[in-house]
């Protein structure tokens, strides 16, 4: 094969049993370019790796791949799988042994001198002696790059090759990639779920989807960062699909809107909020509210109540993921408490994921956002990033999901179960089930029943009730609504309700960056002061908030499933069925209380110290739980509005002090 021709797929198709995964795909790579494929959970993209790395042979159709010419090709995935009993120069010389595609052995230069001018060429020449155990979790990735590029492929594979990283990491992990593939320039394909990860560094751009049909992929109008921030990147991009591209909107009226007139693409013509590119057919991949970032309508002005003197400094951007843990940010600026405060707040801008949500607080591109409280103590003191907790977002809102043939957490030996997120009290609670039971969570390798094991892997929260009712997992753990959902849907049940097993255990916090306390501490106070008076609101009104947030297009979801979340009241049945255990507790599904319990704080990174995740973790080897609350809460705004709001009581709270109950 002419190591200038394109790598090709024509007429390709896979099935497994009775499913097809791909369907008539005709794709070409070409020499020097990275093509990126963005896709669901069960929609081939592994699949169509595993054909263009040769470990598959298709149904049907043919492929034209490195190896047809004795050239090569490299692979990487998510996890590195270093050798541990290697040094990293041993690690990367282990591509040279011998070449996955021909078998034939290296004549020239020696290993030792290749690898070492490779290493050095990457920037990791300093850790050429380190084994394994010794590296953070980006550093494992690039020796992992490393080893893939030292064989010089013709043809680079990446298979969700961040997606195990923190925010940070992975975006350093990005501009190195980016840089590599200048100097070195294989033909790529990067498979990812993050949308803006497939604009920031693919030439060209496809979506993958679970809908069998043909492929097409459209050139990336996006260099470097510009753009993803404000979701103009992603409009630039969806614009440019054929109309017979639109799939199915759960959530309508995004894109920009003429005046009483239905949205508009940059060209002119009527575009759908989740127009998609089809590669292997695409089943709404862009339906998932996890997918694309800042995908709402235009700004709009929430409506004024008794308007306060304005807050200088200009306006506060709100950023959130779609989930009801964001209710008090939404409410706030829809029922106009924002702006009673004297607060500019634009429309909150939607992201499409935890990591992409931090790095738009931490580059300023938002002001306050909500944030896993563990992925909050991960930035502060693992990576160093100057977050601040001002409140609690709400209480409880997450529950563990399984099949409707599941009746015990027992019964998940030898499974797999979703986790939205390894810094998360999902993790955390699904862990301390999972003990509990005598079972024990790996994260990497498979399940097995007899060994009493349970497989935990990384799942968008809109990816999981799709791959629950496709049998891709058992069950996961995640915050509401998409519980609700499921139960809506009729794809599985509620087996827990983490509120039933860590008692008013905090999920999502409200944050924000040092320098809003240090710029514009006005402010922040305000921005405390309305978000504690939705979270009052809340409390009683919570069916009148699922219908604001799902008519003012807030969140995407059912509005079935946000009423059963938002409700009041919880069904008797969970008691019966063994959801809730401890009825005692008196608690909603979700609730909502705005005070930073020093005592959960404590004890919530005492739990990350037990808890099993993928990535760096030293940095919580010698963190003291007492102290963090002091270093990471800034707690002095919400108490004021606390006392503006009513006071403890107001909130069903005795005081500022508290006992954690933990009762697995």
């Known amino acids: 094969m002419d190591q200038r021709a394109p790598i090709t797929l024509a007429g390709v198709g896979v099935r497994f049993g009775e499913r097809q995964v791909l369907h008539h795909v005709d794709l070409e790579v070409h020499p020097g370019e990275l093509l990126a494929l963005v896709g669901p959970s069960g929609a081939g993209k592994s699949t169509l790796l595993q054909v263009l790395a040769g470990l598959r042979r298709p149904d049907a159709g043919t492929v034209r791949r490195p190896a047809d010419g004795r050239g090569t090709t490299g692979l990487v995935s998510q996890h590195p799988h270093l050798l541990p009993w290697r040094t990293v120069a041993g690690n990367v010389a282990l591509g040279l042994a011998y070449r996955r595609n021909g078998g034939r052995w290296p004549r020239r230069p020696p290993h030792g001198e290749r690898v070492a001018r490779l290493l050095d060429e990457l920037g990791i020449a300093d850790l050429a002696g380190r084994f394994?155990?010794?590296?953070?979790?980006?550093?494992?990735?690039?020796?992992?790059?490393?080893?893939?590029?030292?064989?010089?492929?013709?043809?680079?594979?990446?298979?969700?090759?961040?997606g195990a990283l923190d925010p940070v990491t992975r975006r350093d992990l990005q501009d190195w990639l980016l840089a590599l593939h200048r100097r070195r320039g294989p033909?790529?394909?990067?498979?990812?779920?993050?949308?803006?990860?497939?604009?920031?560094?693919?030439?060209?751009?496809?979506?993958?989807?679970?809908?069998?049909?043909?492929?097409?992929?459209?050139?990336?109008?996006?260099?470097?960062?510009?753009?993803?921030?404000?979701?103009?990147?992603?409009?630039?991009?969806?614009?440019?699909?054929?109309?017979?591209?639109?799939?199915?909107?759960?959530?309508?009226?995004?894109?920009?809107?003429?005046?009483?007139?239905?949205?508009?693409?940059?060209?002119?013509?009527?575009?759908?909020?989740?127009?998609?590119?089809?590669?292997?057919?695409?089943?709404?991949?862009?339906?998932?509210?996890?997918?694309?970032?800042?995908?709402?309508?235009?700004?709009?002005?929430?409506?004024?109540?008794?308007?306060?003197?304005?807050?200088?400094?200009?306006?506060?951007?709100?950023?959130?993921?779609?989930?009801?843990?964001?209710?008090?940010?939404?409410?706030?600026?829809?029922?106009?408490?924002?702006?009673a405060t004297g607060l500019d707040v634009p429309r909150p801008v939607l992201f499409r994921s935890w990591p992409d949500l931090a790095e738009a607080l931490q580059s300023g591109t938002v002001d306050v956002v909500h944030m896993l409280m563990p992925l909050a103590v991960q930035l502060h003191h693992g990576a160093g990033v100057p977050v601040r907790l001002l409140l609690w977002n709400h209480v409880n809102g997450s529950a563990l999901t399984v099949r409707s043939d599941i009746d015990s957490v027992a019964q998940l030996a030898g499974a797999t179960v979703a986790v939205p997120f390894w810094h998360s009290i999902h993790n955390i609670v699904l862990q301390q089930l999972l003990r509990a039971s005598g079972l024990t969570p790996v994260l990497q390798g498979e399940a097995s029943a007899g060994a009493g094991t349970v497989k935990l892997v990384l799942m968008a929260p809109s990816d999981m009730p799709p791959a629950l009712a496709a049998g891709q997992v058992a069950g996961f753990i995640v915050a509401e609504p998409f519980n609700a959902a499921a139960e809506v849907q009729g794809i599985g049940k509620v087996l827990r309700f983490t509120g039933d097993v860590w008692k008013d255990h905090a999920c999502c916090?409200?944050?924000?960056?040092?320098?809003?306390?240090?710029?514009?501490?006005?402010?922040?106070?305000?921005?405390?002061?309305?978000?504690?008076?939705?979270?009052?609101?809340?409390?009683?009104?919570?069916?009148?908030?699922?219908?604001?947030?799902?008519?003012?297009?807030?969140?995407?979801?059912?509005?079935?499933?946000?009423?059963?979340?938002?409700?009041?009241?919880?069904?008797?049945?969970?008691?019966?069925?063994?959801?809730?255990?401890?009825?005692?507790?008196?608690?909603?599904?979700?609730?909502?209380?705005?005070?930073?319990?020093?005592?959960?704080?404590?004890?919530?990174?005492?739990?990350?110290?037990?808890?099993?995740?993928?990535?760096?973790?030293?940095?919580?080897?010698?963190?003291?739980?007492?102290?963090?609350?002091?270093?990471?809460?800034?707690?002095?705004?919400?108490?004021?509005?606390?006392?503006?709001?009513?006071?403890?009581?107001?909130?069903?709270?005795?005081?500022?002090?508290?006992?954690?109950?933990?009762?697995?």
């Open 187 to 339: 033909a790529t394909v990067l498979v990812t779920h993050d949308l803006d990860e497939a604009l920031l560094l693919g030439d060209r751009v496809g979506l993958l989807s679970t809908r069998p049909g043909p492929i097409d992929v459209v050139p990336s109008s996006v260099s470097a960062r510009a753009g993803l921030a404000d979701g103009s990147a992603h409009r630039a991009l969806l614009a440019r699909f054929p109309a017979d591209r639109d799939v199915r909107d759960l959530a309508a009226d995004d894109g920009e809107r003429a005046p009483d007139g239905p949205p508009r693409a940059a060209g002119g013509g009527p575009v759908g909020r989740r127009r998609v590119l089809r590669v292997a057919g695409s089943a709404a991949l862009l339906t998932a509210p996890f997918v694309a970032a800042a995908v709402t309508g235009p700004p709009a002005a929430a409506p004024a109540r008794g308007q306060q003197p304005a807050v200088g400094g200009g306006p506060v951007r709100v950023g959130y993921l779609p989930i009801t843990d964001a209710a008090p940010l939404l409410l706030a600026h829809a029922d106009g408490d924002f702006s």
């Open 132 to 162: 394994p155990s010794q590296l953070s979790g980006g550093q494992a990735q690039r020796v992992a790059l490393a080893r893939a590029i030292v064989i010089e492929p013709q043809l680079l594979l990446l298979d969700e090759p961040f």
């Open 509 to 664: 916090v409200t944050v924000v960056h040092q320098r809003l306390l240090d710029e514009r501490p006005a402010a922040a106070a305000a921005a405390v002061q309305a978000l504690v008076a939705a979270q009052r609101r809340l409390r009683d009104q919570g069916l009148r908030a699922a219908q604001t947030l799902s008519s003012g297009g807030y969140l995407p979801q059912p509005l079935p499933a946000l009423q059963r979340t938002l409700s009041t009241d919880q069904d008797a049945a969970y008691v019966r069925d063994g959801a809730i255990q401890h009825p005692q507790w008196r608690q909603r599904r979700i609730g909502f209380q705005p005070y930073p319990y020093p005592s959960y704080t404590a004890q919530l990174v005492r739990a990350m110290k037990e808890t099993a995740v993928v990535g760096e973790t030293s940095w919580l080897d010698d963190l003291d739980p007492d102290g963090v609350h002091g270093q990471l809460v800034h707690d002095d705004l919400v108490l004021d509005a606390i006392r503006s709001n009513g006071g403890f009581d107001a909130f069903g709270l005795s005081g500022p002090e508290r006992t954690e109950v933990v009762l697995p």
